[in-house]
């Protein structure tokens, strides 16, 4: 016995025709629209009829918005596959339609659903940007070939500029075409064959309007000569020195109150150096001398002992102020010792 053949109702053929038409497209404007259509579906009968949600009803399943649904209705209406009826004042009804065997024109209708307000005003803004952009090319093109073409300042009257005429002048020394002899001709004086290229000027006046006085010749002093004529200049002009003049030399005095130069002065006058006032020192060691036996050599003072310090010991107050750790209680802080040491090391070298 035949096993009973399965019918399938039109609500479900069209479901299940719209599901094979987004997996042969595959795009994504037509998956949208499969599936407001398939949500529509639910809403109507088995027999495809009686299926009337709202467009804010299926935006609210979808998750899009109202203008959304409305356009993926006006493309499943435009290739054939559904049918609204309006009522006033109610929601439309839907009739769900099932295509007989023929492809389903997908390409012809989706422009219902990609043409919209914002795609538009997006397309006008675009071309009109490309358009400004397209204008100012050409004027910056226009300003590189003509940068006067504004009426500012046009250097041509005609806009081309005068021709120059070919070739040289005439006259030889001008430019070409310049036309008349501008700058007269100038030839270079001969030069000499060999020698200075100029005119020598030694043994004779280069400038012969000026006159120069002949220096007549002098006669020749002997070598003793100038010595005695200073010294006879000298004593005829002693008085005129304001400090008088040396009694050795005649040499002029710079200071007032003595009668000879500095150097037949000698020592007088100067003080005599006090004793032991430097020692002298001896060079290869450089170590200071003696200045006699008498005189006793000083040891080296021993250098300062910093006392330990117990970090354990009481906290103590020196006479000068000073807080320190000590165990002794007569004991004094380490400056204080220090100022003693070193007291005790310049007595020890200097004396009293």
């Keep these: 016995m035949d096993a009973p053949e399965r019918k399938q109702s039109v609500r479900n053929a069209w479901i299940n025709r719209l599901r094979d038409e987004a997996l042969r497209m595959r795009r994504t404007e037509v998956s949208k629209c499969v599936h407001i259509g398939i949500l529509i579906g639910t809403y109507a009968d088995a027999d495809g009829t009686n299926a009337f949600p709202g467009g804010e009803t299926l935006a609210a399943i979808a998750g899009s918005t109202e203008e959304t649904v409305t356009r993926c209705v006006k493309v499943l ?68 070939r003509n940068p006067f073409r504004d009426g500012f300042r046009n ?80 004593g005829e002009n002693q008085d005129d020195q304001p400090f008088g003049r040396c009694e050795e030399c005649g040499q002029p005095l710079l200071r007032p109150g003595v009668k000879r130069c500095s150097a037949h002065r000698g020592t007088q006058g100067r003080r005599r150096p006090r004793e032991r006032r430097s020692k002298a020192v001896q060079a290869p060691l450089m170590m200071p001398v003696p200045s006699g036996p008498e005189e006793p050599s000083q040891a080296a003072p021993e250098p300062f002992q910093q006392p330990t310090s117990d ?12 807080e320190f750790r000590d165990r002794d209680p007569a004991a004094r802080c380490p400056d204080c ?16």
């Design 337 to 352: 010792l220090y100022a003693e040491h070193a007291e005790a090391a310049r007595l020890n070298q200097f004396g009293t």
């Design 77 to 144: 209406m435009a290739v054939g596959l559904l049918k609204r009826k309006r009522r006033p004042n109610q929601s439309s009804v839907y009739l769900l339609v099932l295509p007989m065997g023929e492809p389903v024109p997908w390409e012809e209708h989706l422009h219902f659903y990609t043409d919209t307000r914002q795609a538009r005003r997006k397309k006008a803004a675009k071309e009109k940007g490309i358009a400004e952009l397209a204008a100012k090319l050409e004027a910056s093109t226009e300003d590189a």
């Design 155 to 234: 250097p041509f009257p005609d806009g081309v500029p005068e021709t120059v005429p070919a070739g040289g002048s005439e006259e030889s020394g001008n430019r070409s075409g310049t036309g008349g002899n501008t700058v007269p001709q100038r030839v270079p004086e001969p030069v000499p064959v060999g020698g200075d290229h100029y005119i020598p000027t030694y043994g004779r006046d280069p400038e012969p309007d000026q006159t120069w006085v002949d220096h007549s010749p002098q006669p020749q002093e002997r070598a003793g000569e100038a010595a005695e004529a200073f010294e006879q200049s000298a």
């Design 311 to 322: 970090p354990f010991a009481p906290r103590r107050v020196c006479g000068c102020g000073r």
